[in-house]
């Protein structure tokens, strides 16, 4: 059984910093892509931040250029999300997914995500 799961939300005030970290079993880690995504009250899911299977690759949403930065360990099977110059419009629950295919728009496997508030 696939199996991803988050931890290291909470709340933080503006500007601070949070670690996110998505732990995985049940799969062939090394062989999948990871993306992180989110989710706030009221609004659509939306992509964050995605890294190919040997970690050389990634992207981002504009809105976190430069204040986020994704990165895996396939030895410990996690993909990890620092995020830095945290704004309240980053309040989100935060899940992350993973697919073989790092193009694609479509992932397999979700965590039940993990909350981030940011106060103003």
């Known amino acids: 059984q696939v199996r991803l799961v988050e931890s290291g939300g909470g709340l933080v005030q503006a500007g601070g910093s949070l670690r996110l970290s998505c732990a995985a079993s049940?799969?062939?880690?090394?062989?999948?892509?990871v993306g992180w995504f989110r989710q706030a009250p009221g609004k659509e899911r939306e992509f964050v931040a995605k890294?190919?299977?040997?970690?050389?690759?990634?992207d981002y949403t504009d809105s976190v250029q430069g204040r986020f930065t994704i990165s895996r360990n396939n030895a410990n099977n996690t993909v990890y999300l620092q995020m830095n110059s945290l704004e309240p419009e980053d309040t989100a629950v935060y899940l992350c997914?993973?697919?073989?295919?790092?193009?694609?728009?479509?992932?397999?496997?979700w965590g039940q995500g993990t909350q981030v508030t940011v106060s103003s």
């Open positions: 997914a993973a697919t073989p295919y790092y193009m694609t728009t479509n992932f397999d496997y």
């Open positions: 049940g799969l062939s880690f090394e062989t999948y892509a």
């Open positions: 890294i190919a299977l040997d970690g050389r690759i990634a």
